[in-house]
């Protein structure tokens, strides 16, 4: 990174004492992997966090999902979203499930719950919906269809970490939610996910144990295909020092949030995120849409200007997964014409707790010059 240089999100790390003084005792134990201390601290500090009552980590988000569809034994078509980032896609085809994609809505861009019920047959066996930018998806709608159907329903968490909806946190909805723990998030563990699910008899929570650590039931019995998706000790250690750390960070990522909205709300032409009053946000995104009739300039060409002053925002989501390249021919993005809509317009600006105010000021008067009225 050059001197100058704005990227479009910044790791944060505690300071470099706390963390070594947190993993000092493994050189003691040697105890580095394989659900240790350090994984068992994490994931009761994670339970307490979240106020959930049963979470499973794992190596990272993708994992978690891809397991827990695996876990739930899903069969035939999965009812989700293409304006999502790979792993969403690529976690039900890697099943062996085919996704059938459902449109967004375009002023919180999560999945149109409305459109839900006319994309279900008799093959659908769950709704995949994803909390895109920290905006919560139609929860009661998508329960009650799925309450109706018998369908499964596993939330993409990835952008809602540490929010609550309507007084609930976000890991209670559906029959289980998944996280990603990756260094780019508001939290993280370096590398790492986890999934929160609601089962009584822990049968799903045995079944994620199992499929992360090779299928193996005893020292004797391997009786599932699993993986490999155990969390080591030093990434659960970074996430104990974050934890730590959390509140504050989400106060720093408000204050630049608005800083933003000072600046660029009510300009036409630029949609800005929604604000959800029952919703209390973590600030994860801050995604700008720029409908480039109205605003004189394209979302590219804004994107093209912000890089020639060294600023990196990001085209996120773009493209749509189901216009990947190892999908061709498979699916027809106009079906999801609000998806496809956004997908082409949509610039996340750069967010993280320690963005100085100037920086915000000089990236918001870049976009501005963009304007031509």
Known sequence: MREGQILVTKTVLPEMDEYIEEIKDLWESRWITNMGAKHGILQEKLKKYLGVENVELLVNGHMALELSIQAMELKGEVITTPFTFASTTHAIVRNGLEPVFCDIRRDDFTIDADRIEELITDRTSAIIPVHVYGNICDIDKIGKIAAKYGLRVIYDAAHAFGEKHMGKPAG????????????????????????????????????ISRLKNFGI??????????????????CAAMGICNLRHLEEQIEMRRLVAGRYRSHLEGIDGLQLNCVNEVTESNYAYFPVVVHEKIFGS????????????????????YPLTSTFACYHDRFDASRTPDALYISKRVLTLPIYPELRFADIDRICSVIQSCRKK
């Open 217 to 234: 039931k005893n020292t004797d019995v391997i009786d599932e295909t699993g993986a490999n998706a155990k969390m080591n000790e030093f």
């Open 172 to 207: 209670v909805f559906g029959d289980a939610s998944c996280f990603s723990f990756h260094a780019t998030k508001v939290f993280h563990t370096i590398e790492g996910g986890a999934v929160c699910f609601r089962d009584k008899n822990l049968d799903f929570g045995r079944q």
């Open 298 to 317: 394209s979302r590219n060409e804004v994107c093209e200007e912000l890089m020639k002053h060294g600023i990196f925002a990001r085209k996120y989501f």
